[in-house]
């Protein structure tokens, strides 16, 4: 893709949208009964509504999987419940878990054949899933059924489409950033970071910070095992992890970024092995269940600004972001949030795409969904959603508008295999922060086996 093309064309004001989406990303409401009736006055879709009406209308049944928080649980089977009213005859089957049981059920569910009809989608696996032939082409539905005219035609073509097949329909925008507890900082007596800072000031502060509170508590999540905090640290350096279906990066900066986590462990800034390995993992994003909202940090990361809403719901004006630290280049890079895509093997894809087509252009599915999943990607409904936006989503907005004025790289899936690339860094790194091995020795075994994953799916 383009990179600066879309970026100066679209990103200020698709991250703004983004961010308004992520605000409502973690709502802690109660699970909702869905037994109040729903509202489906909004403009109706023409694509979908053809056959809805009728009687004779085949019977259609329809899984949908996503993952997230409670309050978007709740708020996903509010808009399933319209759809369903506005289709008699298509009854929509929910099906949702956390970001880790998520993924690990949909590989079982593929494996067994059993796949869902419609699932959500991130951008992590989008390209490895529509190359094993898991996701369908909705190429044939695009224009009628599923509308397409009001989303950004780059990602479509540059991040929904694989191998000349649309796989993907996007619903929001994304930015990685830091999460702060402001509480933490203001018991210490010391200033919270600055929103641009480099690794050495977020040290300093972590520092600071465990001066004044005490040895209960650490000034910054080690992050050292996550593949995904090492490609931003990359991207600050200028260097980059993934190159011609291999890794593509200096040793010499996986050495840096070792030994810089390694030194923070020993100083006692960051926690030790034990201490992280009972922490959930980063991908969770649920504040109920972290160390963030726990006190056991002060700073948390790379999350992004779509998991900011489940945080500040909680924590209130305790919690805020800061961009991914940077060097000589931003560390914080943009992304589409999510996709919606639809299962190769339905036996309805017409339907799914109807059903893909509510979720991404109706206004009555964004009276239930508002910014939960980020900044809607179609920019009518932004405009729409524009008058309920609030403070929180305003904030989300602004700090999207920040990342997209740094100049910053695009989140980078890399080739078929970095899934279980990422799983084998955190291996050993985990290894290596309980020092059992040496990181001389973490350089080389993920360099040869790494590159021995991408040689056998490339």
């Given amino acids: 893709m383009n990179n600066r093309s879309y970026r100066f064309k679209s990103v200020s004001i698709a991250m703004a949208v983004l961010l308004i989406m992520s605000l409502l990303a973690a709502c802690g409401q109660s699970h909702s009964s869905n037994s ?20 004779d209308a085949e019977n259609v049944e329809l899984r949908f999987s996503w993952w997230g928080s409670q309050g978007r649980h709740d708020r996903t089977l509010q ?11 298509i009854t929509v089957k ?10 690990e059920k949909l590989s079982t569910q593929v494996a067994a054949s059993n796949a869902p009809d419609i699932m959500q989608m991130s951008i992590l696996y989008i390209k490895e899933y ?16 599923l509308r397409t005219e009001d989303l950004n035609a780059d990602i479509l073509k540059n991040q929904g489409t694989v ?32 929103i641009d800072s480099t690794w050495d000031e977020l040290f300093a502060k972590s520092r600071e910070l465990k001066g004044k509170i005490g040895d209960s508590v650490y000034g910054i999540f080690d992050a050292s095992a996550s593949l995904e905090a090492f490609m931003y640290y990359l991207f ?21 970024w070792l030994q810089m986590w390694e030194d923070a462990r020993e100083e006692g800034i960051a926690p030790t092995a034990n201490m992280t390995a009972s922490f959930l993992p980063l991908s969770n994003a649920d504040p109920n269940k972290d160390a963030l909202l726990k006190g056991n940090v002060a700073i948390m990361g790379p999350t992004w600004v779509a998991a900011f809403p489940a945080y500040e719901n909680i924590m209130k004006e305790n919690v805020d972001m800061i961009s991914y630290p ?18 190769a093997k339905s036996k309805h894809p017409k339907e799914a795409a109807m059903f893909i087509d509510f979720m991404v252009n109706e206004e009555a599915a964004a009276d239930s969904l508002e910014t939960e999943r980020g900044l809607p990607e179609n920019k009518k409904i932004r405009e729409y959603l524009d008058p309920k936006f609030t403070d929180r989503d305003r904030n989300m907005i602004a700090m999207l508008e920040h990342v997209a ?10 080739p078929k295999g970095a899934g279980e690339v990422t799983k084998l860094f955190e291996q050993l790194v985990q290894k290596q922060q309980f020092k059992k091995t040496s990181i001389d020795e973490v350089i080389t075994e993920f360099r040869q086996e790494a590159d021995k994953i991408f040689e056998k799916n490339n």
């Fill in 326 to 343: 940077h060097a000589d280049h931003a560390g914080s890079v943009l992304q589409t949030a999510m996709f919606l895509s639809a299962s």
């Fill in 163 to 194: 191998s000349g097949k649309l796989t993907g329909i996007p619903m929001s925008d994304n930015a990685s950033v830091l999460l702060i507890n402001r509480e933490m900082f203001n018991q210490a007596g010391v200033e919270p970071p600055a």
């Fill in 36 to 55: 109040e009736k729903p509202d489906t006055g909004a403009t109706s879709n023409p694509g979908a509504s053809t056959d809805g009406g009728k009687e």
């Fill in 94 to 103: 929910p099906e949702y878990s956390s970001w880790d049981g998520y993924w």
């Fill in 236 to 256: 600050s350096k200028g260097d980059t992890l993934y190159q011609d279906n291999r890794l593509g990066y200096q040793d010499d900066h996986l050495r840096a």
């Fill in 130 to 145: 529509s190359e094993r032939g898991v996701l369908g082409d909705l190429t044939a539905f695009a224009g009628n059924e």
């Fill in 405 to 414: 004025d740094s100049n910053p790289s695009w989140y980078d899936p890399g």
């Fill in 79 to 89: 808009a399933i419940e319209k759809f369903n009213a506005l289709h008699p005859n």
